[in-house]
C-alpha cells in the first residue's frame, strides 16, 4: 500500500467522505429507505417545516457580519458579474 507523505492524517478523508459521491448517495439511499420500512423515518407536516425553517432563518440572520458578506457579494454579483467569481472565490478562502 502506497500513502501519501505529504499528506498529515487530519486532512485526508476517511471512510464515508472518502469514498465516491454516488457511492455514498447509494448507501444513504439505503439507510433512508430501511427506515420508513421499520416505521422510523420522519414525515414532515407542513408546520413542522414551516417551524424548522423559521428557526434556521433566525439563527443565519442573527449572524450580522454573515448577513453583511452574503448582501455585499449581492451587490457584487449584481454590479460586476465577472468580478463577483473572483470576489468570492477569495471569501471562500477565508476561515
Do not use: C, N, Y
Amino acid at each position: 500500500m502506497v500513502r501519501a507523505t505529504h499528506m498529515k492524517t487530519s486532512e485526508r478523508k476517511r471512510g464515508f467522505a472518502a469514498m465516491d459521491p454516488d457511492k455514498q448517495r447509494a448507501i444513504a439511499s439505503k439507510g433512508g429507505k430501511a427506515a420508513h420500512d421499520h416505521g422510523k423515518g420522519h414525515v414532515w407536516t407542513s408546520e413542522e417545516a414551516r417551524a424548522a425553517g423559521r428557526k434556521g432563518g433566525k439563527a443565519v440572520s442573527a449572524d450580522r457580519a454573515h448577513m453583511a458578506a452574503l448582501g455585499r457579494l449581492g451587490g457584487q454579483r449584481r454590479h460586476h458579474p465577472a468580478k463577483a467569481s473572483t470576489a468570492a472565490a477569495v471569501e471562500d478562502q477565508d476561515p
